[in-house]
């Protein structure tokens, strides 16, 4: 689609949002920024565009109530991956044939060079920073986009056709691809998630599965033997597939058997790592994140023997079971990026001690039963904060958790002065919540931030 001179709607102020705008002004297009949100100041937004630039915009920024004759000049519309794709104002624009594409999309058109594609409920930033490093160690251009922080759309001019994109996709953005096609994807496990903007569980698996929609079997798809709905998706998927489990040898793929992980090919096997010497990550889910880094950067041409020293010098990602310090015989751990009861499981399962455990926060219409059935005697105070404290302390007792043991907190400062009076010398103190953030905090990172600056403050 040529934009040069074309009016094109971008919906969202945020990064996103801004990276999309930029990037169609400086290809000749004409953008109209517009934010639902009538406390929005254009001025600000104008600012921001203009930073981007490096130059005045000459875009058109509209807030408040989506002014419907606007849809008579648009070629297009760019959503911002906040933005749902049943918002009224989106369905309209559909009604009138205006063709809508996601931030990811716009920079796919404008990017050079191949894409290698991650995405499933958890993992995603761990696996992605770590295929990220691997890449970058041996490629000389490669850049790390998408829902890690890093817009697509501020990298994709600056690419070239040697580039290598290591993109964090999300569930949000592979709603609205429509060409996107990566050389390797990774759909790293299905749970549910995020129905209150999906609504159903089959829209939710049907928008993941669409990272390998535009695959043929000269690509790779990277998939968990151990997710139902990942295997399933294995015998339909258009690409090559390479699967990675946890739990079985398998006959081609990779696997965890002992200690070491495995490459097989043919029913023959051979040892690549040891979790425990070679990894600076811990739990069963981070060695699921390895696996599947290694089949994404094996499948991307990168020789075995570059890929494991890369993942024997990782280390984890900040707020994904981060350590954080030892204070009086407690050890501190941020999971603030758990943000869904299977996140917050993989938590659960990476402590090897009495926890205090802090949990609550948003209600994305979870239900948290199986999360709480995974404290497996190890969680002996739960501390809950935010919108759904009484969901689930009400779903604790159900489980068999002991009312006692349950503290609800009014603010997260109270909750981690709880936890520093229940902890005892030996125990671990968790921040994973199951929740999102917001009510709270404006994201995840930020409570997390607030975790660990509270526990460095702690007297030894």
């Known amino acids: 689609m040529d934009l040069n001179g074309k009016n094109v709607l971008v919906a969202g102020t945020g990064i996103s949002g801004i990276g999309s705008a930029a990037l169609l002004e400086k290809n000749g297009a004409l953008p109209i920024v517009y934010d639902g949100n009538e406390k929005t100041d254009p001025e600000a937004v104008r600012a921001k565009l203009s930073e981007k630039l490096g130059a005045q915009t000459g875009a058109r920024i509209i807030v408040g109530a989506f002014p419907e004759a606007l849809a008579e000049e648009l070629s297009l519309a760019v959503l911002s991956p906040g933005v749902p794709t049943d918002a009224d104002f989106v369905l309209y624009m559909k009604e009138r044939q205006i063709p809508i594409w996601g931030e990811i999309e716009l920079a796919y058109r404008f990017a050079k060079g191949s894409v290698l594609a991650i995405t499933g409920t958890n993992g995603k930033t761990t696996t992605t920073s770590l295929v990220g490093q691997i890449m970058q160690e041996y490629r ?3 850049y790390i986009v998408g829902n890690i922080g890093n817009p697509y759309t501020a990298a994709a001019p600056l690419m070239t056709e ?58 790779y798809c990277i998939l968990n033997y151990e997710n139902a709905y990942t295997r399933a998706f294995g015998s339909r998927c258009p690409a090559s597939v ?3 489990s946890s739990a ?71 707020h ?31 402590m090897d001690r009495p926890t205090v455990l802090i949990g609550g926060g948003y209600d994305k219409g ?28 009400q779903c604790a007792q159900r ?43 404006p994201n995840y990172e930020i409570r997390g931030k607030q975790f660990k600056d509270y526990v460095n403050q702690l007297k030894e």
């Open 140 to 142: 000389d251009s490669v």
């Open 320 to 350: 994904r079971i981060e350590y954080v310090a030892s204070k009086a015989g407690v050890v501190y751990y941020n999971d603030s990026k758990a943000t869904n009861t299977d996140a917050a499981i993989q938590g659960i399962k990476a």
């Open 248 to 318: 079985r040898r398998l006959e081609d793929g990779l696997f965890y058997e002992g200690d070491e992980i495995w490459l097989a090919k043919d029913g023959a096997a051979k040892p690549l790592l040891n979790v425990h010497t070679d990894m600076n990550l811990v739990g069963l889910c981070n060695i699921e994140n390895v696996m599947a880094a290694i089949g994404i950067s094996m499948s991307a041409g990168v020789p075995m023997d570059n890929i494991l020293a890369t993942i024997k010098r990782f280390v984890a990602v900040e």
């Open 162 to 219: 040697q580039t290598v994109s290591v993109a964090e996709i999300s569930s949000f953005q592979l709603e609205t691809i429509e060409r996107f096609h990566p050389q390797v994807s990774a759909i790293l496990n299905i749970t549910p998630d995020h129905l209150n903007r999906h609504h159903t569980m089959e829209n939710y698996i049907a928008a993941k599965e669409a990272v390998a929609k535009n695959q043929t079997k000269a690509d």
């Open 366 to 393: 979870s239900e948290y039963d199986d999360w709480i059935r995974a404290f497996d005697g190890k969680v002996r105070k739960l501390v809950l904060i935010g919108q759904t404290r009484d969901k689930i302390a």
């Open 399 to 441: 489980c068999g958790f002991p009312p006692k043991d349950i503290i609800c907190a009014d603010t997260f400062e109270e909750a981690l002065a709880i936890c520093t009076r229940e902890a005892q010398p030996g125990d671990a103190v968790l921040l994973s919540p199951a929740c999102a953030s917001w009510g709270m905090f």
């Open 242 to 244: 390479v699967y990675f």
